[in-house]
Nanobody, 126 residues
Framework: QVQLVESGGGLVQAGGSLRLSCAAS????????MGWFRQAPGKEREFVAAISWSGGKTYYAYSVKGRFTISRDSARNTAYLQMNSLKPEDTAVYYC???????????????????WGQGTQVTVSS
């Protein structure tokens, strides 16, 4: 059973930074692409970023490109989302997710991620 646990959320002022972590159980973490999604109040969940199993490829939503950085540490079974220049519109619950096996490309489709964490709240004040 795969478990994903997010941490690092909190309250920050606009322009500030936060780093989210996603700790994964299981010894096959390094074999799967990982993604981050977010859901703001009253809105549908949306894609934020994804990273390949090797960490060599990344993919970002237009709204966060240049401000957020996704990374991973396979030795620690952990994925990260460094968020800089935060804006009030970044306020949301942030979820990490594991991509389905044998996926040869990075994707923003939720249905192609098979395990999800419980989420961590990020609140950006103006």
């Amino acid at each position: 059973q795969v478990q994903l646990v997010e941490s690092g959320g909190g309250l920050v002022q606009a322009g500030g930074s936060l780093r989210l972590s996603c700790a994964a159980s299981g010894r096959t973490f390094s074999s799967y692409a990982m993604g981050w999604f977010r859901q703001a109040p009253g809105k549908e969940r949306e894609f934020v970023a994804a990273i390949s199993w090797s960490g060599g490829k990344t993919y970002y939503a237009y709204s966060v490109k240049g401000r957020f950085t996704i990374s991973r540490d396979s030795a620690r079974n952990t994925a990260y989302l460094q968020m800089n220049s935060l804006k009030p519109e970044d306020t949301a619950v942030y979820y990490c997710a594991r991509a389905q096996p044998n996926l040869s490309y990075l994707t923003d489709y939720e249905s192609l991620y098979d395990y999800w964490g419980q989420g961590t709240q990020v609140t950006v004040s103006s």
